[in-house]
DNA sequence: ATGGCTGCAGGATGCAGA
């Protein structure tokens, strides 16, 4: 079962590109993130036609998540508890059925929390808390799960081209790694690096600057697979050829590949 | 670099992103 994630930076901007590498990977699931669009907005039938179920949690202009998935749904839940005023289309979970029972998958948004010292940075922070506190409710079922998506968080410096260059960004703030080593802390496994420490692998290069071509990346993709999901990991690969494609969106995909069979 | 691009809403340019 491969389970992808991909911040597309708005849906209809990177229909294209998004459907041509549906086309090529066919991935099992796939988690989206900055859809940038309301529900009704998304072109579901173009993933219909393709074999795909959709599921979609979206927002005016900003932040919006989806998931597709090639197995039909049990059930989906969109919106990231603990927090009944949050407006902002951050999560969207969802379960499907395999031959050893049930998977959930998750397509998380996390907060970017820039700039530093404003009520972004703490609802950055919030944010996290709240996931943590999910994490902990998922673990106590002991059925295995995947939380993929944009954390926004540089786990460590040789996740970064030039970690000097991050210091001052919530990206790489020690509160927000902080945030992340709880989530490992729990027993969630970081799907890449379970497979790699080496460096020079990155999730996103910036539009400016020549940031691509100067390989000028971060890390802040991530898999994070609960301990039965672990036990099931087959291989990770970042697909950075499409950062290269026409009008790319800034970020590339993240593969998981699970040692399990859907039913 | 002075975020140097990009997407979005809307119909000009401001906001958000990382």
Redesign the pocket.
Known sequence: MQIATW?V??????IEGLLAWLDDVRPDIVCLQ?I???DE?FPEHLFAERGYNVATHGQ????GVAILSRHPFDETSARLPGDETDEQARFLSATISTRDGALTVASLYC??G??LGTE?FSYKLGWMERLEAHVRGLLAEETPFVLAG?Y?IIPEPIDARRPEAWVD?A?FQPESRAAWRRLLGLGLVDALRATSDAGDLYT?W??????WQKNNG?R?DHALLSPQAADRLASVVIDKRVRGWE?PS??VPLIVELDIAAR
């Not at 930076?9 to 990177?14: C, Q, S, V």
């Not at 910036?206 to 940031?211: N, S, T, V």
């Open positions: 911040n930076n708005g849906i209809k901007a990177r900055e940038k669009s309301v907005g005016k202009s900003f932040n907060p970017n820039n700039p972004k944009d926004n960004d990206l996103f910036d539009y400016q600057a020549g940031a971060i802040i009008r800034d970020h």
